[in-house]
């Protein structure tokens, strides 16, 4: 499960230093340094979707052997865009930040508001078969607000109040199949 | 001069007379330590060293020492926390409550169960302190103007809600029972005759030198810290419980935690006092002072406020039922039933069951029985805010996300060596400091002791 | 004439205050009493005025509410409104509930320091202060009854002194000081 970027988030209020806060666009944003590590987030998260730093797994000896990070070579696979979080930080699904950021700079570039499209989250990229849409739920032409406004589309525990930014579809299923 | 009723127990015993009191509190200060405290400090000291060192380590290491995983984001550390607040309670409930309610008795017990609040509060801060996983920035939840925007604090956050009861009630309490302490640090000033302790007990005493005045401003002071510190205890540990209550966890989201946290933390404080003055009032032949009497009167609030607490658990079972919501109901028959099912018996059977011993009298005034009870009250309240933390998380609402928690031995370490910490600052008070109100006994001898009382009866 | 104090030593705090009730009633002023506890009754006898902390304390309480509520205002709603989880940053009214525990924990901060303090400024007793009791008996067993005869114009040192020798006491005192 990822981060449903609640519009609602119960981690949002019990984080004592505002490392998580809500911006203007509906993300619900994880600000890794200011975080002070109390895991309250964590905790308080109804979907658990918060990961915190355990380790320094950037320097400690334990984990040599399996994060790449610690290999001057294969530490090219991380993602330059990205910041590698500290030891005792929490963080979570950011909804590729710094994808939309770009997109939105591109467009202010060149002059055009953001193309619904033009920005794509890594997950929704490698997804072979389009099970993830990403797109602005506020454009009301955006292939996600039709998505969203399909019948099939629901929240995961709607019930607990918590209005997240994500929307799952139902499966589809032959029930005259399984009635008979 | 106040009288009090002949049928009353008297409260302090045998013929005392105002030296008696000051040579029975000031003697075994001047006198050599005796062999016993030196072995016991060595103990516990040792114990307290070993639980610096795990600290030291989870500090190094980082917060993935102890059990935790994505799933149970607090354990041991925030269990201990409320353990160890819940422990101070019954320091200023008894200094400050039973003030308010003229209840002589708390002056045989008040200065100790103090510094118990005191330095319980001292163990419940470092467990918030290094719960964190950048304890180097942890000034950060203080609203200081820094190069972030200014960036201040979220007090919406019942984190920061504690931050602040935790360090009012820290240093109110360190303050109540100080000015307290002024007046006695000057009695021993005036007795020592070794000048270095003379000198020490002179800077610690502030000159107090016990005119009238003083004496007047004194009562005023100490009635209205009384008065104070009264709804601040409620305060903190309805914050505490906040953490919790304001959460949207399945066994945390409950209103009836401010409350059921409140009378808790008085029950395992009153144990935590038991356990603490039945040995001190042996080894420091404190008989006369804190006897039977006063054992049974904090029996008395310990099955009070243990019943609260067994009402408190059966309601929310039975709430969680009558709410007719899924997970709440699953909360609680995992409690019960699930993987940490065992807690919650230790708890049920510490917490309810045993404390009901105390109906008959004759076990609440057993000194054996009490001190056992003691232990086993303030084992069931560690396994109550173990089986809230634990068992709440570890299963809420996704059982994709359902995790088990495991302790190693450095959660153990950490919490033992708290222990030893906690014990060590006890041993010291209970070797340099009065370990019993002076002043305030003194005012109470002629109408609660027993040779006064005698002649009372005798002129009726 | 040199001016003289007269230290007055009991053995119980009763017979002090007999003693008192009957110096007083003849016209004598009691300066001062040096106790190992307080005296209940003796204040009105030796003219102690009721003592203004709990006013103090009440006052520094209501500025630490008001500060805590500005300091919140501040932070919250003026200096940096965030949106946090929905919560109504934006308007004080609205965000109010959630400020009450810092509120109380502050104005009981403030109220019990701002008064210990008082108290400690108040009472001359700070860290490392010489102490001024007479006998330093007065902190364990003896309670001592100060009188002067710079306050006692009407009465000569001679008159005083007898005067005292009547009551029920232990020891006697007389010191000339300037």
Known sequence: MMCQHCNHAPCETVCPVLATTHSNEGLNQMTYNRCIGTRYCANNCPYKVRRFNWFNYMGYDKFKNFNPSQDSLSRMVLNPDVTVRARGVMEKCSMCVQRIQTGKLDAKKAGTPVADGAVVSACSEACPTHAITFGDLNDNKSNVRGISQNNRAYHALEEVGVQPNIYYMAKVRNTEDQEA | MQREAAIREPLILGNKSYKDITDDVVGPIEGAAPRTWKILVTLTGLVAFYGVGCILYLLGTGIGVWGLNKTVGWAWDITNFVWWVGIGHAGTLISAVLLLFRQKWRMAINRSAEAMTIFAVIMAAIFPGIHMGRIWVGYWVFPLPNQFGSLWVNFNSPLLWDVFAISTYFSVSLVFWYIGLVPDFATIRDRMVKPLPKKIYGILSFGWSGRAKNWTRFEEVSLVLAGIATPLVFSVHSIVSMDFATSVIPGWHTTIFPPYFVSGAVFSGFAMVQTLLLIMRKTMKLESYIHIKHIEYMNIVIIVTGSIVGVAYLTELFISWYSGVEYESYAFINRFSGPYSWAYWIMMTCNVITPQLYWFKKLRRSLTVTFILSIVVNIGMWFERYVIIVTSLHRDYNPSSWGEFHATTIDIGIFIGTLGIFFTLFLLFARFFPVLALNELKSILKSSGENYKKIDNHHH | ?178
Request: glycine share 8%; aromatic share 10%; hydrophobic share 45%.
């Open chain 3, 1 to 178: 004439m040199s001016k003289k104090v007269f230290h007055a030593m009991f053995n119980d705090e009763e017979k002090l205050m007999h003693a008192a009730e009957k110096l007083v009633h003849d016209g004598l002023r009691v300066k001062d009493v040096f106790s190992p506890f307080p005296i209940h009754g003796l204040d009105p006898i030796i003219g102690v005025k009721r003592t203004r902390l709990a006013i103090a304390s009440f006052m520094y309480a209501s500025g630490g509410t008001a500060l805590a509520l500005l300091g919140m205002w501040y932070f919250m709603i003026h200096d940096w409104p965030m949106n946090i989880g929905g919560k109504p940053s934006f308007s004080m009214i609205q965000n109010l509930p959630a400020f009450v525990p810092v509120t109380f924990e502050f104005s009981v901060l403030c109220g019990a320091h701002g008064m210990a303090i008082t108290y400690f400024l108040r009472n001359g007793t700070l860290p490392g202060m010489p102490a001024s009791n007479p006998d330093p008996r007065t902190t364990d067993n003896m309670f001592v009854m100060e009188i002067t005869t710079d306050q006692n114009h009407d009465f000569s040192a001679d008159a005083i002194e007898g005067m005292l020798k009547e009551m029920d006491l232990v020891e006697l005192s007389i010191k000339d000081y300037e």
